[in-house]
């Protein structure tokens, strides 16, 4: 699909009209697409299982900042490429410290600048509040010259004129084994209607803790867990992997890569208070 173009700002203000940085939920439109960025590197388009849409990603440090935050409990609505409008405001902080204001290229537009992510958040309270979250790897926070430092001051004080907390974000908050983890379980987060089924579930849990002292490989396990419940060994690693992501079987994700055929690994399990809902139904 073609990208836009940005030369005029009957652009921007079409582009607002149709809809571009608007909206929550699956019904949000990130004012950036990959198609609308010249790739620098790696770029990506998932289909969200969190939020039902294609999210627009425009590093691989992205991709896996959307895989943290899709995991996380706290995190309800996911908006990346978000835009700073109206822009307006974004220049008359630029004026206000003394910096240039970004421009189009090639042209004297001025720039509608964006937040890699603006995420909606559940605070323990039960209450939500917005945080913003710019993605950068940390080799680059130690290249970077003073203009990008300038560029992020006006995010940075865009964001607390809206009293929103807004914060960096690099490779250093996670581990690679993390995100290794979480790309191969995401893949199960949905599964189908025939093993959503919180019998099923339950008795896979109690042969699960009932397989705890023995010394067999993870996949060995499955396959014993497999035979007694009369099922494929697919369907029991799908299940396995599924509740991991449920965070219902709960092990340590950070510290090594999961491998079926490496030992069972260390675990516990949570049934959460609504087990029965969930185990009915997807995420």
């Not at 206000?96 to 090639?106: C, D, N």
């Amino acid at each position: 699909m073609r990208g836009r173009r940005f030369v005029s700002k009957q652009d921007i203000e079409r582009h607002i009209a149709n809809g571009f940085g608007s909206g929550a939920g699956a019904g949000y439109v990130p004012w950036l697409r990959v198609q609308d960025v010249p790739s620098m590197g790696r770029s990506h388009k998932i289909q969200g299982v969190k939020v039902e849409r294609i999210h627009h990603l425009l590093s691989d440090l992205e991709r896996a900042y959307l895989l943290v935050c899709e995991f996380s409990e706290d995190v309800v609505d996911i908006r990346e490429q978000y835009p700073l409008l109206p822009f307006e405001s974004t220049q008359a902080i630029a004026k206000a410290i003394g910096v240039r204001y970004p421009r189009y290229k090639a042209t004297a537009l001025p720039l509608v600048m964006t937040t890699d992510f603006l995420l909606t958040v559940r605070q323990p309270n039960g209450d939500f509040k917005s945080v913003a979250k710019t993605i950068k790897y940390q080799q680059d926070l130690k290249q970077d010259s003073l203009r990008t430092l300038e560029k992020f001051e006006i995010e940075r004080r865009f964001w607390m004129g809206q009293g929103v907390d807004w914060a960096i974000v690099t490779e250093e908050s996670f581990t690679q084994d993390l995100i290794k983890n979480l790309g191969l379980l995401r893949r199960y987060a949905q599964l189908p209607r025939a093993l959503m089924n919180s019998s099923l579930h339950t008795e896979f849990l109690e042969l699960l803790e009932f397989s705890r002292p023995y010394p067999w490989s993870t996949s060995e396990c499955l396959r014993k867990i497999a035979t007694r419940l009369g099922i494929t060994y697919g369907d029991a690693r799908d299940i396995f992997f599924n509740l991991i992501w449920r965070k219902i079987i709960q092990i340590d994700l950070s510290g090594a890569p999961l491998h079926l055929k490496s030992p069972l690994p260390d675990f516990k399990i949570i049934y959460p208070s609504d087990w029965n809902a969930l185990s009915e139904g997807s995420l």
